[in-house]
């Protein structure tokens, strides 16, 4: 029986993101303002033709899933990659400290200049309408952040990790992370994760942590061209 993470976006906007889906029983997505993925219902001919239905000239879309990944005609491939999707349980202990703060709104430029600089994945002035994102500031400037995203029922994801050139090697992106996870624990639910599969670095921090590698996935996204 297939995993509930193996389609995450499907599934997120099947339950816990269903205020923000747009499409229909066949394919959805998320709007583009807020973060790129869609996904279909499943591989059928007439939930890939839904699929290619959502965007329009040339918006992007972001699939993931456990299996491979269906491109509808029409579409260019801008990246065909690989991930793995990490889980790390639900008894990570809530970490306080004065330095971490919730962003709101208007930290929304901020954050997006500090996501753009350092690539944690697709980011936008519109992310906070997934979950919450807490940071830290030095010398009034956005050291380091990292927030929510996906939701399905019994998991949250662990997303938008990054930190500041200008402060690395301070610890900041490890504290903020075990804060993040203590957050989606203390809800209950199963903290998750996505990373490079060509990420070792990244891949062996977040097994000291605790993580575990759950599943390889696909990853693809794609322009409407035609």
Known sequence: MPHILDRPAWNALQTAHAGLAEGDALAMR?????????AARDDAPESIAALAALPAMGEMMALVEAGPIIVPDGFDIVVDSTLVQMTGGSKHPRVEDPQIEPLTPDDAEEMLGLATLTKPGPFTLGAQRLGTFWGIRIDGRLAAMAGQRMRQPGFGELSGLCTHPDFQKRGLGTLLFRHVAGEISARGDEVYLH????????????????????????????????
């Not at 998320?30 to 869609?38: D, E, L, N």
């Not at 062996?204 to 061209?225: C, D, P, T, W």
């Open 30 to 38: 998320y709007p583009p303002s807020i973060v790129p993925f869609a």
């Open 195 to 226: 990373a490079y599969a060509s990420n070792a670095n990244a891949i062996a921090l977040y097994e000291h942590m605790g993580f575990s590698i759950r599943s390889r996935m696909n990853v693809k996204i794609v322009q409407r061209s035609v």
